[in-house]
């Protein structure tokens, strides 16, 4: 049993909490009062200021995954201040902002976890909803709520002068095309990546793909795209992806791309983009698994691959280099009262490109 539910199981005192909750699969969020575990010796307590809205927030309340146990408190782009330590933290004082994510424990003993890859971690247990995957754990609930507390090795440090409401998304967002950009070694200056699709992952992964020194194209099937990439976002070009001249011209001149898109579309032309040992990087989960091109895979020796978000020490890396190049999300500030129809809108992809909530203003017991 690890110390996070070790923790949550024999805690005797509480705190009393409160925040907004789904109770069935309408998706509609309501107040709700909850509680969280005392503060333990490697804990901190967070007073949350922030919260992001991704996507996946958006799949849970409304049960989109079938695997929902409500009440559900969503949000996993967590950003606030340090409110109590325990006595044995060393990573944080009081008055520091700091940083969840995806991840509040895992095993801490495992290959993965001894490697940094907490997030691969079979133990691995959610912000939110934890006890979707794993029913012998007691349910977390997330950062739509006034306070968080947790093991200070599953908290990032956000440095001072970071804006903490364009912060927040890159505790999910950032990290999700961070991590496979290293691991899969589209990282260096001068290589030529794609980014598909240019919404809330898509817009961050062009910002880091370019401070790292590549030729970024956008890759899109909305040409009202085009201007926001190469304008304001600074891409080198864009290319409207249903558009078969196009696509054609552009075969075989990218060294990788990242696939940011979760709809059901096909990787065949994907593919054929990549020049020889090229990596298609898929971050999305569609509802129907896509044909594999097998013909262009073996013909050009190329990959396909996938990744899920990133373990503590690379989110810590990649706020510090977005803190570096003043990488920040686009977001739309709102309070909680609007959320709902936050998520209305952002089942329409009605937003840019990232919804935040200002807990610390709007949420009230």
């Given at each position: 049993?690890?110390?996070?539910?070790s923790s949550?199981?024999?805690?005797e005192?509480?705190?009393?909490?409160?925040?907004?909750?789904?109770?069935?699969?309408?998706?509609?969020?309501?107040?709700?009062?909850?509680?969280?575990r005392?503060?333990?010796?490697?804990?901190?307590?967070?007073?949350?200021?922030?919260?992001?809205?991704?996507?996946?927030?958006?799949?849970?309340?409304?049960?989109?995954f079938?695997?929902?146990?409500?009440?559900?408190?969503?949000?996993h782009?967590?950003?606030?201040?340090?409110?109590?330590i325990?006595?044995?933290?060393?990573?944080f004082?009081?008055?520091?902002?700091?940083?969840?994510g995806?991840?509040?424990?895992?095993?801490?003993?495992?290959?993965?976890?001894?490697?940094?890859?907490?997030?691969?971690?079979?133990?691995?247990?959610?912000?939110?909803?934890?006890?979707?995957?794993q029913?012998?754990?007691?349910?977390?609930?997330?950062?739509?709520?006034?306070?968080?507390?947790?093991?200070?090795?599953?908290?990032?440090?956000?440095?001072?002068k970071?804006?903490?409401?364009?912060?927040?998304?890159?505790?999910?967002?950032?990290?999700?095309?961070?991590?496979?950009?290293?691991?899969?070694?589209?990282?260096?200056?001068?290589?030529?990546?794609g980014?598909?699709?240019?919404?809330?992952?898509?817009?961050?992964a062009?910002?880091?793909?370019?401070?790292?020194?590549?030729?970024?194209?956008?890759?899109?099937?909305?040409?009202?795209?085009k201007?926001?990439?190469?304008t304001?976002?600074?891409?080198?070009?864009?290319?409207?992806?249903?558009?078969?001249?196009?696509?054609?011209?552009?075969?075989?001149t990218?060294?990788?791309?990242i696939?940011?898109?979760?709809?059901?579309h096909?990787?065949i032309?994907?593919?054929?983009?990549?020049?020889?040992?090229?990596?298609?990087?898929?971050?999305?989960?569609?509802?129907?698994?896509?044909?594999?091109?097998?013909?262009?895979?073996?013909?050009?020796?190329?990959?396909?691959?996938?990744?899920?978000?990133?373990?503590?020490?690379?989110t810590?890396?990649?706020?510090?280099?977005?803190?570096?190049h003043k990488?920040t999300?686009?977001?739309?500030?709102?309070?909680?009262?609007?959320?709902?129809?936050?998520?209305?809108?952002?089942?329409?992809?009605?937003?840019?490109?990232?919804?935040?909530?200002?807990?610390?203003?709007?949420?009230?017991?």
């Open positions: 049993m690890s110390k996070f539910e949550q199981v024999n805690n005192e509480q705190q009393d909490t409160y925040g907004w909750a789904a109770y069935d699969s309408s998706g509609i969020l309501s107040p709700f009062k909850f509680s969280r005392a503060n333990g010796e490697n804990d901190i307590t967070i007073k949350i200021l922030y919260t992001g809205i991704c996507h996946t927030d958006l799949h849970f309340v409304r049960n989109d079938g695997i929902t146990n409500y009440p559900v408190v969503p949000g782009e967590i950003v606030g201040e340090v409110t109590t325990g006595p044995n933290v060393t990573k004082k009081t008055g520091d902002k700091a940083g969840v995806c991840w509040v424990g895992s095993c801490r003993a495992c290959e993965n976890c001894t490697q940094d890859l907490e997030n691969y971690c079979p133990k691995a247990i959610m912000c939110y909803n934890a006890n979707a995957f029913p012998n754990l007691p349910t977390t609930y997330g950062g739509y709520s006034n306070k968080i507390v947790i093991d200070q090795h599953f908290a990032v440090k956000i440095p001072s970071m804006p903490l409401e364009s912060t927040a998304p890159l505790l999910c967002a950032g990290i999700t095309v961070y991590s496979p950009m290293m691991y899969y070694g589209l990282n260096r200056a001068g290589l030529h990546v980014v598909v699709g240019l919404g809330g992952l898509g817009h961050v062009v910002k880091f793909a370019k401070a790292l020194g590549l030729k970024v194209t956008v890759i899109s099937t909305s040409v009202s795209k201007e926001e990439s190469l304001r976002l600074d891409a080198d070009s864009f290319l409207l992806s249903p558009d078969p001249r196009q696509m054609e011209d552009a075969k075989g990218m060294d990788g791309i696939d940011t898109v979760s709809a059901d096909s990787l032309p994907l593919v054929d983009l990549l020049k020889v040992n090229g990596k298609l990087v898929c971050l999305g989960a569609p509802k129907t698994n896509p044909e594999l091109p097998m013909f262009s895979l073996l013909m050009g020796r190329k990959l396909i691959g996938g990744s899920g978000a990133g373990g503590m020490k690379e810590q890396e990649m706020i510090d280099f977005a803190a570096k990488i999300a686009d977001v739309e500030v709102i309070p909680m009262d609007y959320v709902n129809e936050a998520m209305d809108r952002l089942a329409k992809g009605n937003v840019k490109y990232r919804f935040v909530i200002d807990i610390a203003n709007t949420l009230t017991a």
